[in-house]
């Protein structure tokens, strides 16, 4: 079991926006601690979309958003296109694990 | 351009070693925290140890620690992964990360390398 959570699974059809959740505790989220995000696409390392709550790297569209509050996260997908189809995971720091901790990924389905 | 090229992985019985290198290029690697994050098949992403800037600074999940060794040399811009008495739940594709971040609890991962597999089995 994760020490953050999010949801196993979310779909959407092309155009539509889905928001994945990201719940932490009071040792990571709750502590002050930043949250990320990753997209791993099919058979593939993944690739850093979101870091330090809500900034994107250059070259992630702006479809991609996030935003944090107290123990929780989100990521929102505007505009879903095929393409967006993979697995995202959420990742902070743990205070009382001393160490860096990842959400169990949602897989995003396309219809 | 940042690259990481992970390589030394394979299959290895249980209670076997193997050490893992990542090659990194494209960047000021003494600059930069190094992690190990790992995916065992089908499941979700694990960090599993990172060594600061210098290599003096080491961190471990529990579950490696004892086990595993993380180390770099900074003079051939390489990061290596030391993995003693392994077990079937250490089977992984192993990622090599680079981290950034101003303090631990604002670190993330900001490139990857392409992984590689490790598979303990009998």
């Known amino acids: 079991q994760s020490v953050l959570t999010q949801p196993p699974s979310v779909s959407g059809a092309p155009g539509q926006r889905v928001t994945i959740s990201c719940t932490g505790s009071?040792?990571?989220?709750?502590?002050?601690?930043?949250v990320h995000w990753y997209q791993q696409l099919p058979r593939t390392a993944p690739k850093l979309l979101i870091y330090a709550n809500v900034d994107r790297p250059s070259g992630v569209p702006d479809r991609f958003f996030a935003s944090k509050s107290d123990t929780s996260a989100s990521l929102t997908i505007t505009g879903l296109q095929a393409e967006d189809e993979a697995d995202y995971y959420c990742q902070s720091y743990d205070n009382n694990l001393r160490g860096w901790v990842f959400g169990g990924g949602t897989k995003v389905t396309v219809l | 351009e940042v690259v990481l090229v992970e390589s030394g992985g394979g299959l290895v019985q249980p209670g076997g070693s193997l050490r893992l290198s990542c090659a990194a290029s494209g960047f000021t690697f003494s600059t930069y925290a190094m992690s190990w994050v790992r995916q065992a098949p089908g499941k979700g992403l694990e960090w599993v140890s990172a060594a600061g800037g210098s290599g003096a600074s080491k961190y471990y999940i529990d579950s490696v620690r004892g086990r595993f060794a993380v180390s770099r040399d900074n003079s051939k811009n390489t990061l290596y992964l030391q993995m003693t008495s392994l077990t079937v739940e250490d089977t992984a594709i192993y990622y090599c990360?680079?981290?950034?971040?101003?303090?631990?609890?604002?670190?993330?991962?900001?490139?990857w390398g392409q992984g590689i597999l490790v598979t303990v089995s009998s």
């Open positions: 990360a680079k981290g950034r971040g101003a303090s631990y609890s604002r670190a993330y991962f900001d490139c």
């Open positions: 009071s040792s990571t989220t709750g502590a002050g601690s930043d």
